[in-house]
Every structure is written in structure tokens, then in C-alpha cells.
């Protein structure tokens, strides 16, 4: 699979980005908006709950107050001219204002204000707490508010009753008592509304619950729920606890609703009042914000997504340049200058590759140059080598080889009895050039190196010389030299032979001190002569190979190689080595 460009990157990375931002702020628009949304629902839902409970409270605030004036009056409104019940003629318009009554004197039903009075008074429709009350609203000359009770009909039935002034004949029987009823009109004109300019909209309603969980007014969704629809809702259990609140819940119907729910503000009614709207209808200004929010998020997405396109191509197209700029010196083409046309860390950064392009033409020119020398160095050091060789072969071996051969012209002008001189003589001979291959050989490949170790090699190279030269040599070794791999034995002797042809050349020394120190941390070489010494940075080309060809084995080491003198006071040779043993081994083994 191909890689992920930077570009690429920065569009992601950006647009993940702004992708976060935009929706957290929807989000907590949408959330913020939405809460808001609620709580100013729930505020109105509160505010209505409060006016229908103080308007249901007047209402029966208004009852309790006609049944108080009748039972002030001790029944003398309800008596004729002549005390008679029957031929008072205020009775029609008594029944037109105060509705249904009944005049209880001493518990029997005395009066009735019906239009069907024996149907009322034989039917049943009685409020049956009225005798276990009696006594009660006797002794405390108070009002008492039945609950709604369904009469023969079905039809929900409420009373008022209050004790009049007139005292009964029995003392245990409360006297006179008048009893109005709570007519279920009013209640339902004021908690019933479908206009949707109230605040309920099209989905709120407004109700009363008694404790046993039935409805106690009608219903905007269901008719002739009166005492028929039970409401378990959490609004309903609450309120009849005697809780006020609001809540997100589930009506009478089973959907989600927002509620706002209190007790009836009704001395001896325990019933509730609940406001409530549709969750869906109370959401609708949301769900419009939420889909402005949704069109509004894509607008700024898309152009979002255009402005970072074209922020990634202007901040990625200078790198873009710089990497195709980058793989052209890779291809060795290093005459390339990129314009820095800004100031900021890309001009910065063209500026400082453009710099190090310079660098590097310059740096592979010298490079080119020191190859150059080296090449030069390693071919006049071959013809060197071969010139040496070829001195040796021709001072040494073919000189021995020419004399052998006069030697052997000669025995055939000799006489027998001195052949065998001679041939004494020529074995010497034959001696001395086989000596002379020997020491070209080591010269060219110590075999000693490859038996014995290198401070043996180093003895039998030190006692060659001593023998050719007036050169005294002292040496000393310190540590273990065993395990020195064969690479770094031979780099480490070609560097001592060179010291020591150099000495032999140039120092006109007389000794020459060697110590060969190997520790766990390195190994070290340190060579000095009494010779007359000379200025070591002075010295060039003209100088020879030598001291350029020990700094190279020293490299090819892994090591340092360090040179003091100075006129009249000899050479001091220092090298360092770490590491010995893992230097060089997977080096190419030069040639020379």
C-alpha cells in the first residue's frame, strides 16, 4: 500500500480536527439549546399549574362560601310566608343559583333542591360519608368536601355540606345541615382547553387526579375519562405523596411527556393537579435547531475542508519541491539552487538546503580529489613495491644467481681434486639466496603471523633489522595477544614496518623503543627513536607515502594515530586502538 503522503496528513489531521470542533459545538448547541428548551417548558408548564390550582381553589373557595351563607341563614331562606318549604317563592331561583342542594334536618333529608326530588332522595345518590361526617362537622361547626362519586347513572357527583346554626332536638344528631353540590362544570371549563394559543399547544392538557389514581376532570384525548382513566404516571404517585416538581415521564396514555405536578390546593381534597405536554411537541423548535445546526455543521465542513486543501498544498507544495530537489543530488546531480521566496521556517529550510547543496558539491569535489590522491598513492605505492622488489630480486637474488652461475662455468676448467671446494662454496651460495627469498617472502606476507602471535612477529622483524642495520631496538609487550584476528595482526606489523623504513631512511637514529600495550578497553603501539627528528606539519607530498600510508591502516583500524617530534629531539609514534577485536572484521583486506 502506498504511503500516507503529508498532504494527506494535514487534510486528515486537519479535518479530523475541525470535524471535532464543529461537532462538539453542535453538540452543546444543540444540548444547550435543548435544555433551554425544557426548562422554558417546564417554567410555563409550572406557571399554568400554578393558575388552574388557584383558579380549581377559588372555585370551591366560592361553593364553600354559598354553602356558608345558607347555613348561616338557619334554613329561613328556604321557608314561605307562612314557614312552609313548599310555597316559597324564591325556591326556583335558589335552585337556579345555588344547583342541586338538600336541607338535612335532624340526619333526614328535609328539603331538596332537585327538580326530581323523590328520584334524588330515594336514588341512592346520597353522599354516603354524610353519617360518619355528621358528628364530625357537628362538634366543629365546619364544611366538609366529599370526594366524586359516580350516582345510579354513572355520572360523577361532588358535595359541600356544612352544619346550620339551628341546634338538632337529639344532641348526638348535628341539627340542621345543608348540603350543595359541587357541580363538575366549572371544573372542567377550567382545566379543559383546546385552544392551543394557551401555551398547551396541540398535545397539553391540564387535569386533576384523585388518590385513588382516577381522573377527577375530562380529558383532551379521551372522552368521559371522569372516574374512569387511571393515571399510574411517576407525576401522579409523586403529587400524591404531597411532592411538587416537575418531570420527564410517561402519561396516562404511555407516551413521553414533560409534567409539572402539585397537590390541589383544597382543604380536604387529596387530589393532584398535572399540567403535561408531549415530549415530540415540546421538542419541535429543537428538532428544526438540530437540523439547522446539521445544515449549518456541512456548510462549514465543506468549506472547511476546501480551506485546508488549500492551506495543505500552499504549506506541502515547498516540501514536495524540496524532496524532488532532494532525490535529484541523490541522483548526483548537486547544481541545484531552489528560490526561498518566504520567510518563514520553509524559506528558512530552502535556504538551509540550498546551503547544504553547496556543501555537498563542494565536499564531493574534494572527495573526488582525495580519491584522486589515494588512487595516486596506492598505484605509486604498488610501483614502489615492484621497484623494491625488483631491486632486491636484482641486487640480491640475481647477483648470488650470476655468481652461481660463474662458479659452475668454472668447474668445468677445474681440476678434480678442487671440485669439491667448489661445490662447498656453491652451497653456500645456494644458502645465502634461499635466506634472501625467505626474507623477500616475510617482507611481502609475515607467515609468522599466521603460527605465532604478534609480539613474536614484532621480535623476529626487530632482530632482521638489528642484523642488516646498526639500529638497537627495545621492546616490551603487555597483555594478551592471542586472540588478535589475523586482519588486525597484519594491519598493526605493516604499520611497524613502515615506522621502522621510515626510521631506517630519514631519522638517522641510533634506537628505537617499542611498547605494545593491550588492555580490555584498547590496545596501543608507541614508537620512539633518538633520531634527529623533523616539523610534522611540514611535512608534503614530497616527503613520501610513508606517514600518509600508516594514518591509512590507523583508519582502517578504527583507530587514532598520533606523531610528535620536533628537530634534534627524535619521533614519538602513538597508536590507539579500541576495540580491537571487532574493528576490522568484516573489513577488506588491502593489498601492499
Do not use: C
Amino acid at each position: 500500500m502506498r504511503s500516507v503522503s503529508l498532504s494527506e496528513k494535514l487534510i486528515l489531521y486537519y479535518v479530523l480536527l475541525g470535524s471535532a470542533v464543529i461537532i462538539s459545538v453542535s453538540a452543546v448547541s444543540f444540548y444547550s439549546t435543548r435544555r433551554a428548551l425544557m426548562k422554558r417548558t417546564f417554567d410555563q408548564l409550572v406557571s399554568l399549574r400554578v393558575a388552574k390550582n388557584k383558579q380549581v381553589a377559588q372555585s370551591y373557595s366560592d361553593r364553600v362560601s354559598d354553602v356558608a351563607l345558607l347555613a348561616a341563614s338557619g334554613f329561613d331562606l328556604f321557608r314561605g310566608e307562612t314557614g312552609r318549604t313548599d310555597n316559597n317563592p324564591f325556591r326556583p331561583y335558589m335552585r337556579r343559583y345555588f344547583g342541586n342542594y338538600f336541607l338535612l334536618k335532624d340526619g333526614k333529608v328535609w328539603l331538596s333542591g332537585s327538580f326530581t326530588d323523590t328520584a334524588m332522595m330515594t336514588g341512592g345518590i346520597l353522599p354516603p360519608w354524610l353519617p360518619d361526617t355528621l358528628s364530625v362537622s357537628a362538634r366543629q361547626r365546619a364544611y366538609v368536601i366529599s370526594d366524586m362519586i359516580p350516582d345510579t347513572n354513572g355520572r360523577p357527583r361532588q358535595f359541600i355540606a356544612m352544619v346550620s346554626g339551628q341546634p338538632g332536638s337529639d344532641p348526638a344528631e348535628p341539627g340542621e345541615m345543608v348540603i350543595l353540590e359541587m357541580l363538575t362544570r366549572p371544573l372542567i371549563s377550567i382545566m379543559l382547553t383546546n385552544d392551543p394559543g394557551t401555551g398547551l399547544g396541540l398535545s397539553g392538557e391540564t387535569y386533576l387526579v384523585g388518590a385513588d389514581r382516577l381522573m377527577r376532570t375530562e380529558s383532551r384525548f379521551r372522552t368521559g375519562a371522569m372516574l374512569k382513566v387511571r393515571v399510574n404516571s411517576m407525576a401522579s404517585v409523586n403529587a400524591a405523596r404531597g411532592e411538587s416538581g416537575i418531570a420527564l415521564t410517561h402519561d396516562y396514555r404511555g407516551i413521553r411527556v414533560l409534567s409539572a405536578y402539585e397537590p390541589l390546593s383544597v382543604p380536604g381534597l387529596r387530589w393532584s393537579i398535572l399540567a403535561e405536554i408531549d415530549l415530540d411537541e415540546a421538542m419541535i423548535p429543537v428538532y428544526a435547531t438540530r437540523s439547522r445546526i446539521l445544515l449549518l455543521s456541512i456548510l462549514l465542513m465543506v468549506g472547511f475542508f476546501g480551506f485546508v486543501l488549500l492551506i495543505a498544498n500552499r504549506i506541502t507544495r515547498p516540501l514536495v519541491i524540496l524532496r524532488k530537489a532532494t532525490e535529484m543530488i541523490g541522483q548526483g546531480r548537486y547544481d541545484i539552487a531552489l528560490p526561498a521566496r518566504t520567510n518563514d521556517e520553509i524559506g528558512d529550510l530552502t535556504r538551509s538546503f540550498n546551503e547544504m547543496a553547496g556543501q555537498i558539491r563542494e565536499t564531493t569535489t574534494q572527495l573526488r580529489h582525495e580519491r584522486s590522491g589515494r588512487m595516486r598513492s596506492v598505484f605509486d605505492g604498488e610501483e614502489m613495491e615492484r621497484q623494491r622488489l625488483s631491486r632486491e630480486l636484482h641486487d640480491g637474488i640475481g647477483q648470488s644467481l650470476i655468481a652461481v652461475k660463474l662458479r659452475l662455468e668454472n668447474l668445468l676448467y677445474e681440476e678434480s681434486g678442487s671440485v669439491r671446494s667448489s661445490l662447498a662454496e656453491l652451497r653456500k651460495y645456494f644458502d645465502q639466496i634461499i635466506d634472501e627469498v625467505r626474507r623477500i617472502s616475510n617482507n611481502l606476507m609475515p607467515s609468522v603471523l599466521e603460527v605465532f602471535s604478534i609480539p613474536i612477529a614484532f621480535r623476529n622483524l626487530f632482530t632482521e633489522t638489528e642484523e642488516h642495520s646498526r639500529l638497537r631496538i627495545h621492546f616490551e609487550a603487555r597483555g594478551d595477544f592471542e586472540d588478535l584476528d589475523k586482519k588486525s595482526k597484519t594491519y598493526i606489523y605493516r604499520l611497524m614496518q613502515e615506522a621502522l623504513n621510515n626510521i631506517l631512511k630519514h631519522a638517522e637514529a641510533s634506537e628505537v623503543w617499542v611498547l605494545l600495550n593491550r588492555t580490555d578497553d584498547q590496545l596501543t603501539l608507541q614508537i620512539r627513536d633518538n633520531g634527529k627528528g623533523f616539523q610534522p606539519d611540514r611535512t608534503g607530498k614530497e616527503s613520501g607515502n610513508g606517514i600518509h600510508n600508516m594514518h591509512e591502516r590507523a583508519g582502517l583500524l578504527k583507530g587514532t594515530l598520533e606523531i610528535r617530534s620536533a628537530p634534534g629531539l627524535g619521533t614519538a609514534i602513538l597508536l590507539t586502538v579500541p576495540n580491537i577485536l571487532t574493528n576490522v572484521q568484516n573489513q577488506d583486506f588491502p593489498r601492499g
